[in-house]
């Protein structure tokens, strides 16, 4: 079947989905084309049990250089365009930020402005040694958009994220990793198969327990009281599944997990 689509890909296989920015006449800029057709592919992800785990890449040397200076100095909005224009985004930014599946972010190259925002999207980050992210926004007299002001503190602190926010300084693929930004680092020509083999590893993980994880983790601003009664909650449904029952039978005869994290290649 035709892809029907003109700035990414999307491809679905051994349950896990691959989208793939396609724009690398210019490092796959982010296009308002390109924004909604990774809206449609958020909400075909949503629907579609039987996909375990996303992972998010892009076409050639580079992630996703940020948005489109060219195509934004042409629109002319006033401000209430903009407004609405960048609203429109959150639904989908909100519904890939909330996914109940793994999403593994594989970064080569450049992951400016909106890019890193992107990548920030991710539960896990791995990247390749000349990889390079940067908050450019202020570059261009922006602030950072695509969730950033969410996921970066969240990662780095409020203080790093200040600081990254507002120097627009780019960050190395080694002080990625030091920052926790990134999770690993894998030459260029293994990032696509290591991204494949962490996603690979979520097929055979209790999909009950991981949309409760990721759940749990999205609201760390409540005390300790209501954390406990979520766990509480969250553990009694866990328990009741299938995944769990046939993780005790096998632990008890002695056989290997269903799931295993993938080793380092």
């Known amino acids: 079947m035709p892809q029907p689509y003109e700035l990414i890909r999307f491809a679905v296989c051994d349950q896990v989905a691959t989208l793939t920015f ?3 006449a210019k490092r796959n800029a ?9 809206a449609e592919v958020v909400a075909t992800v949503r629907r579609d049990r039987s996909i375990r785990a996303l992972v998010l890449t892009g076409e050639g040397t580079h992630f996703c250089s940020g948005g489109d200076l060219s195509n934004i100095a042409s629109v002319g909005l006033d401000n209430a365009g903009w407004r609405e224009r960048l609203t429109n985004l959150h639904d989908w930014l909100q519904d890939l930020l909330t996914l109940d599946r793994p999403i593994i972010a594989a970064v ?8 890193f925002s992107l990548a920030l999207l991710a539960d896990f980050i791995i990247a390749t040694p000349r990889a390079r992210f940067c908050m450019s926004f202020i570059k261009v007299g922006l602030v950072p958009d695509c969730a950033a002001f969410y996921t970066l503190p969240r990662i780095v602190g409020p203080q790093r994220a200040r600081e990254l926010m507002l120097s627009a300084r780019e960050v190395g693929a080694q002080e990625a990793l030091a920052l926790g ?13 290591r991204a494949q083999a962490l996603a690979r590893s979520f097929v055979q993980a209790s999909p009950v327990a991981v949309s409760l994880i990721k759940r749990a983790l999205a609201a760390p601003g409540h005390d300790l009281a209501t954390l406990l009664e ?15 029952r046939d993780a005790v039978q096998r632990f008890l005869r002695k056989e290997p997990a269903s799931f295993v994290w993938p080793a380092q290649p």
């Open 22 to 24: 396609h724009n690398p």
């Open 108 to 115: 080569d190259g450049a992951a400016y402005g909106a890019g």
């Open 181 to 193: 930004i990134a999770m690993e680092l894998h030459p260029p020509e293994q990032l696509q198969a």
């Open 30 to 38: 982010f296009e308002p084309r390109m924004r909604e057709e990774i």
């Open 230 to 244: 979520l766990e509480a909650n969250a553990q009694s449904l866990a328990m009741g599944t299938p995944d769990h």
